[in-house]
């Protein structure tokens, strides 16, 4: 983690700085003691900014935050946010973590792969199946905000899967899955204020992602020319 840490260039420490002091200062408006949220959220940004970096640090951390996260989303019966984590993104990035420590492309970064069309369109066509089937799922334990849950099942699932995949295309899937967790949180704190860091969370969360999406095609144009 100490290696992780000094690798990070001044801009990748200033983001990762201010995406904690950010969730860390909602929490603190917020005047809640729900420290679970916040050690959930400190280490689910930090996850990403290493993930940012092709870094397997990265998937390391986004196993811990998937289980804290599944603890966090049953307490308001988001049950779908329950599952797709701790059943579908943690599990997708401990395979990652080997996928990743299999494909180095120096000490410091993962080689980022070139998804063929017909890969994508498997991808594409099984995240369908996954959605209806969990539809039904989510609507059988009465999920709060299940069409928003539903949809959060679609883009988690794509973002974990392009993830194990190395591919650039997990940042943009993440991104449009931070959008429909923010929209999922801010219903959540019309009812409990103490849900207010996982807000803040996920808006980091996405400034990441879209940090991630550019780094990892400068990584891939790098790794191509070399």
Partial sequence: MI??????????????????????????IGGTDDYLTLTASLIGV????????????????????????????YSFDYYGEMITYLGMTMPIALMSVVSWIKNPYDEKEVKVAHLSTGQILKVLIL???VTFLFYFVLKYFGTTNLIVSTISITTSFLAS????????AYAL?????DIVLIILWIMASLDNISYLPMIVCFAMFFINDIYGFINWRRMKKRQTEK
């Fill in 161 to 168: 899967f392009f993830m194990y995949l190395r591919s650039s």
């Fill in 3 to 28: 290696k992780s840490i000094k690798n990070l260039t001044k801009f990748e420490s200033g983001l990762w700085i201010f995406s904690l002091v950010m969730v860390a200062g909602s929490f603190m």
């Fill in 46 to 73: 930090t996850a990403l900014i290493f993930v940012s970096k092709g870094d397997v640090a990265g998937q390391i951390l986004t196993a811990v935050f998937s289980m804290l996260y599944a603890v966090i989303s």
């Fill in 127 to 129: 995240s369908m199946i």
């Fill in 173 to 177: 899937s993440y991104a449009a899955n």
